[in-house]
């Protein structure tokens, strides 16, 4: 007379042999294998849009009004108008806004308006902040 013990999650013989599931290859049917009905749903997945932040220049005594003028128009693709526009609203307001970018589109461009005015010797300062 064989008696039955559960070993791992599978009846096994007093051997300790597992017993093999019927005809489907030894593994074991699951218990809604086949029955039943499944709702199959999609789930469409939400896009955040990106946090924006905005590149300011901040006035200072020492920094030229054309050199200015030149960093707008290289490092933010402003036409001559626009930069001259900017740089003197940073002139009379003491700071100016540059353009709104993505996070690492702002800090590159801060970056590199902020290498460039050292490299040339101008105290210009360039920062971003969340919009």
Not at 66 to 90: C, P, Q, S, Y
Not at 101 to 114: D, F, I, P, S, W
Request: charged share 30%; glycine share 12%; with cysteine.
């Amino acid at each position: 007379m064989a008696w039955f013990d559960r070993l791992g999650g599978e009846w096994g013989s007093r051997s300790g042999g597992p017993k093999s599931a019927g005809g489907n290859g030894g593994r074991r049917r699951s218990e809604d294998e086949g029955t039943g009905t499944a709702v199959i749903t999609r789930v469409k997945p939400q896009t955040k849009r990106p946090n924006l932040y905005r590149v300011l220049l901040l006035n200072d005594d020492y920094t030229p009004m054309e050199f200015v003028v030149h960093v707008l128009e290289r490092f933010f693709g402003k036409d001559r108008e626009d930069a001259t526009r900017i740089m003197l609203h940073v002139h009379q307001h003491g700071v100016g806004e540059c353009g709104i970018y993505t996070y690492e589109v702002a800090e590159t461009k801060v970056t590199q308006v902020m290498d460039f005015s050292r490299k040339h010797q101008h105290p210009l300062q360039c920062v971003m902040e969340k919009k």
